[in-house]
């Protein structure tokens, strides 16, 4: 980042007044670049303090819920194996009963269950239409008897039947099967949507870090800038004391104002984090990883002391 720089005055010929108005300017703006120092920390703990937050909530909230959920579709998948089996087992066997079945009747005439009905529907109009004497009623009537009864043992056989269990069995397994794809799709679905918010989230951190990044090299060419007007300032004011020696001589105090101390903590924080990032990039480039822009000026700094 492009920050103004201190230059250097040709102080032997100022006046002590013009040292004086120079003093003040580079205090003036040492100081309006410490505060933008301490800005920058506060700015960068805030975004550490979110980006912690956002990997928590992409970690234990939304990819706990697509783990759970892609645990519950993963049994699922195995159940439906099992009616899947089930069911290919079934209509197998259905085949090869059909086919015997066919073999056995092949040379008997069957009467089917719709020829019995429409013959009973026949009689019973019978009755309720035409003019019949009682005998002939009557007559009808066991008939239609005999027809429900025949009626009766065909729909008992058919019950009892191995053909019709396993008919049965196939419409129960289709039941359970269909059951269990809806809920398949459903579960699926969150597992999906969990995984896009997560996804979402480390998206948010993968800015966040990038925002950080920007952060931490615009906060050292910041204090690079501060130190070197702070540098200058001194220099001034010592110059100013061996000008001018009946004048305000500078003497600094032994013990530092309080405003001073501040401004050490803060180097020495800035320091801290600089010579902590700087060890993060050896390593990484001990291991064979690529720097990224700031670790590689932090090692090229460090190579040219």
Do not use: C
Request: a positive charge; zero cysteines; hydrophobic letters at 30%.
């Amino acid at each position: 980042m492009s920050r103004e720089r201190p230059h250097n005055a040709q102080t032997s010929r100022l006046s002590f007044r013009d040292l004086q108005f120079q003093i003040e300017d580079l205090r003036q703006k040492r100081d309006e670049l410490n505060k933008k120092t301490k800005k920058f920390i506060n700015d960068l703990q805030e975004i550490e303090i979110e980006i912690a937050n956002t990997v928590k909530i992409a970690n234990e909230k939304y990819r706990k819920k697509r783990d759970y959920w892609n645990n519950k579709v993963k049994q699922l998948k195995e159940k439906k194996i099992e009616y899947k089996t089930l069911f290919d087992n079934l209509i197998e066997e259905k085949n090869g009963l059909q086919k015997l079945e066919k073999d056995i009747n092949n040379n008997k005439q069957i009467i089917s269950m719709k020829q019995i009905e429409r013959k009973i529907d026949n009689l019973e109009r019978r009755i309720e239409t035409e003019k019949l004497d009682i005998i002939e009623e009557n007559a009808i009537i066991d008939k239609i008897r005999e027809l429900a009864a025949i009626k009766t043992e065909f729909l008992s056989e058919q019950r009892n039947s191995e053909l019709f269990k396993i008919e049965r069995k196939i419409e129960i397994v289709k039941i359970n099967l269909n059951k269990i794809y809806e809920q398949l799709n459903k579960w699926s679905n969150k597992s999906q949507e969990n995984h896009a918010k997560m996804i979402e989230e480390f998206q948010k951190v993968d800015k966040l870090k990038e925002d950080k990044k920007k952060m931490e090299e615009d906060l050292i060419e910041n204090k690079k800038t501060a130190d070197l007007y702070h540098e200058q300032y001194i220099k001034v004011m010592n110059q100013r004391k061996k000008t001018y020696k009946g004048k305000k001589p500078y003497r600094p105090s032994k013990k530092p104002p309080a405003k001073f101390d501040q401004i050490t903590k803060k180097n020495e924080m800035l320091e801290k984090i600089k010579q902590d990032k700087l060890e993060k990039a050896i390593e990484k480039q001990k291991a064979g990883k690529k720097l990224n822009l700031f670790e590689a000026r932090l090692i090229l700094e460090k190579s040219k002391e």
